[in-house]
Antibody, heavy 118, light 107 residues
Framework: EVQLLESGGDLVQPGGSVRLSCAAS????????MSWVRQAPGKGLEWVST???????NYADFVRGRFTISRDNSKSTLYLQMNSLTVGDTAIFYC????????????WGQGTLVTVSS | DIQMTQSPSSLSASVGNRITITCRAS??????LAWYQQKPGKAPKLVLY???TLKSGVPSRFSGSGSGTDFTLTISSLQPEDFATYYC?????????FGQGTKVEIK
């Protein structure tokens, strides 16, 4: 059974940093591209970043230069290092697995909440 | 970025009704479109991808169509478990984007 378990969400001050983790199981992690998608409270879904199995990366313009996606295939874990956080970054962050080359997400974690507030 | 616009933003319907949700892209995206269902407090779930391909295990009352800029998600006979918010998502450009969501409520 595919499982994605996020952790690391926290209350941080504006300008602060946090690192999210997503532990994957039930599939061959290194053969799948993975993404982070966020959802502000009461709002819609917003793509944040994607990393391929080979570690090539892509970012939404609003996080480029502040967030870094990475993965440790030996640990089947996805990461998102988030720096220079603003109140606007407050959201539930989901990790999600890409379905082959289809450009969509077939499995999602339960999400982890990042709250940016002073 | 490609903007995705869903309509309506919300709708009320009864069990057994047929409903259609529309998603329009600001530029052509071929068939690079997926639909997700999200219930309160839960992660989204994939319903359809490549505009019209049903994810394995999703009931056949769900269907999708469209190509280019205009797409639809249809539920042929609403069931109680279908009341949720639905999002479209494009993957044609490097920056993937979602629609703003359509909330399907019980009438």
């Amino acid at each position: 059974e595919v499982q994605l378990l996020e952790s690391g969400g926290d209350l941080v001050q504006p300008g602060g940093s946090v690192r999210l983790s997503c532990a994957a199981s039930g599939f061959t992690f290194n053969t799948y591209a993975m993404s982070w998608v966020r959802q502000a409270p009461g709002k819609g879904l917003e793509w944040v970043s994607t990393i391929s199995g080979g570690r090539s990366t892509n970012y939404a313009d609003f996080v480029r230069g502040r967030f870094t996606i990475s993965r440790d295939n030996s640990k089947s874990t996805l990461y998102l290092q988030m720096n220079s956080l603003t109140v606007g970054d407050t959201a539930i962050f989901y990790c999600a697995r890409l379905l082959g080359g289809s450009g969509c997400y077939d499995y999602w974690g339960q999400g982890t909440l990042v709250t940016v507030s002073s | 970025d490609i903007q995705m616009t869903q309509s309506p933003s919300s709708l009320s319907a009864s069990v057994g009704n047929r409903i259609t949700i529309t998603c329009r892209a600001s530029q052509g995206i071929s068939n690079s479109l997926a639909w997700y269902q999200q219930k309160p407090g839960k992660a989204p779930k994939l319903v359809l991808y490549a505009a019209s391909t049903l994810k394995s295990g999703v009931p056949s009352r769900f269907s999708g169509s469209g190509s280019g800029t205009d797409f639809t998600l249809t539920i042929s006979s609403l069931q109680p478990e279908d009341f949720a918010t639905y999002y479209c998502q494009q993957s044609h450009s490097a920056a993937w984007t979602f629609g703003q969501g359509t909330k399907v409520e019980i009438k």
